[in-house]
C-alpha cells in the first residue's frame, strides 16, 4: 500500500487525536473562564467572537474520539505486530511496550468518562457540581495521552524516545501549550476567587 503500513496509520491517527484534543482540551480551559470579558476576546475579528466555542469544543471532542479509537485498530491489522483487541482493551500483557500501551487505554477510558457525562440527559441527572468533578478528569487525560505519545516507540521495537523526533517534538509542543494553560487557569482559580 504506497510503503505505508498499519503501523504508519495508527500512528499518524494517534498524532492526528493528539492535536485535537490538545486543542479540545485548551477550548475546555477557555470555556471555564469568563473569556468574553476579557478584552483579548474583545479585541478579537467579530467573525471569530462569532464562533461556538462550546460548540466546537464539543465536535473536537467527537472528532477526538472517532481517532483516538481508529488509532489503536489499525494495530489489530498489522500482523507483525501481534496486537489482539484484548491487549488494547486490557493492555497488562500486550505484546509491546505494555505499561506505555497502559496510559493510553487509560486516557481513552477517562475519555469516555468525561464525554458519556458531558451529554445533557446525564449531566443534567449528575448535577453541576459532580459533572464539573468528572469533568476535572480531563487534566489528567490529557497528560496521560501525551506521556503515551511521547514514550510509545512508533516502531513497537522498544527504542529510547528520540526527544528532537518531529513527532515527539510536536508532543512535547502540546504538552508545554497544556501545562501553560493549566498553570493559566488555576492562577485564574486562585485570582477571581480572591477578587469574589
Known sequence: MFGISYLDISGALGLCATALLSFNFLLGILLSTAYKRSVYWKKLPSIIQQISIDRLHNWTAYLALFFVVSHPLFLLLD???????????WPVAAPKQANIVMLG???????????????????KRLGFRLWKNIH??????????????????????????????AEKFFSEFCLLLILAAMTLRIRYHFTAKANA
Open 136 to 165: 476535572l478528569v480531563s487534566y489528567a487525560t490529557a497528560l496521560l495521552f501525551l506521556f503515551h505519545g511521547l514514550l510509545m516507540d512508533p516502531l513497537l521495537k522498544d527504542r529510547p524516545t528520540d526527544w528532537l523526533d
Open 105 to 123: 487505554t487509560i486516557s481513552f477510558y477517562a475519555l469516555l468518562i468525561v464525554i458519556i457525562t458531558t451529554q445533557k440527559m446525564v449531566k
Open 79 to 89: 500482523k507483525e505486530q501481534a496486537f489482539t483487541l484484548r491487549d488494547i482493551l
